[in-house]
């Protein structure tokens, strides 16, 4: 893998060859990706789409997480205004892990019909040295929407030369929306910025004078070094749980790269291994960190269930040969677990669960489920690709259950929900709309603001799905006083009957 030469890296439709549109079972959907490069999956598309995701917003929630940066939204001023909905988390996130972070700050050039036809190459100038007088940051990241590219702004060679005039740091970011169809090229789009201008090695010289034990002592402690590569779907708690059972194998953890600042992202080259969160998210950043650096890396499944949790541990501990370290601390955390899960299996067992959101993911909250005695009766992946293998591991019983494919696709959904009737339905943040109407319990997949990841994950989405589970009364109510938006004669359709494949 190495795509650091080209402008901006390859879309997922090309180098995962991942798909956006299925429908069947957990078992056809792996068959499937066996044989996707014939193409059973890969190409296949919708005959109607209700919606669909765009890379630039999906950017931006990793790019509005990095410390001491100002964002560029380089397009019309709808690109990234979504960004107003966490103004508010992402300052209080920020200085969870520094108190004296600034919020987040970001500017539009706000093109217009005016510029279509000039070029945008004027606004971009302006609002980089803008940027640069005004907040003093470390970093300045220009995020190209759709309409610069159409027109053909250079924005490379711009930023190149405005680099001259600005003390920041100027990382371009190619992530315009009409690209791809699969908004996870986003987490590429970003690590290719993030690789070429923010990841080098630290500026500091080891004195020769350095006395040997020193030396020795801190090659030791690089020797225990591992990145956990985070996700902006991760909490501070997720955070502290992973760093406990790490710290607990004696490793020092570093997370990369959401909250963090420019400097996290040079000490990260002095590891001994880049740990992946989530395959999905990762692949791009840590192949190209072990071709640049020699840094080997580790892309396995998701901390989240137990099962996944001890896998990830004894995968991490197997690399530093801390083996039987890890199997002893897995015993007592199982043992711990078990016992403080047993009153919220007595509640939740027996309930039909539906889950939708990214594939990693859903697929990992799923082994929560099975583990608390429910019933998962469905799942709705944004999309699909090689990562869920090692994921799909950790389930029992699963390859008669339902398995669709679908960047958002809210109609699809909606018929599933009425075939299906789940009792509890698990769903991506923001992805709440529809679903709500259902008057179904709802759990979010995911909460920036709540522990989901490791031992103490699986609990608190016990504690919290069982509140859940208590009182739905307001989904009721939306229920019975709104309706929702699709005529009758769709749900009499088969919800799949709008995919292509190839
Ligand atoms: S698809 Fe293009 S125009 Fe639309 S929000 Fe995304 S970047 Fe902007």
Known sequence: MNFLDAKAAPSREDRLQASIAFGGTCGQ???????VSQGCTNLSSRRFTMTQGCQFTLSLAILNTLRNAVIIMHGPVGCGT?????IGQNKTFKQLRDPNSEGLIWISTNLGEADVIGGGEKKLREAVIYADREFRPETIIVANSCV???IGDDIDTILTELQKETAAVIMPVHCEGFKTKLMATAYDAVYH?????YVRPPDRNVPLWEPEEKKLRESYRKSRNVNVLNVGSMSRADEVELR??????GLNVTFIPCYAEPEDFQYALETSLNVSICGTHDDYFVGHLEEKYRIPFMVDTIPIGRRNTSVWLQKIAERFGLEQEAERLIEAENALLDEALEPYRKQLSGKRVYIAGGEVRILATAEVIQDLGMEVVGFKAHHYDRFVEPVFEALKNIDTVLFSVATNQPFEMSN???RLKPDVLITHVGGNNIAAKHGLPLFPLFGPAHNYCGYSGVFEIARRLNKTVRNFEFNRQIARNTALPFKKSWYEQEPFSYIKYV
């Open 29 to 35: 959907v792996k068959t499937c990706k066996q044989a």
């Open 82 to 86: 979504c960004s107003t909905a966490n």
């Open 148 to 150: 610069p590219a159409l």
């Open 193 to 197: 910025g993030v690789l070429k201008k």
């Open 244 to 249: 406990r059972l790490l710290e607990a194998l």
């Open 416 to 418: 599933i929900l009425n």
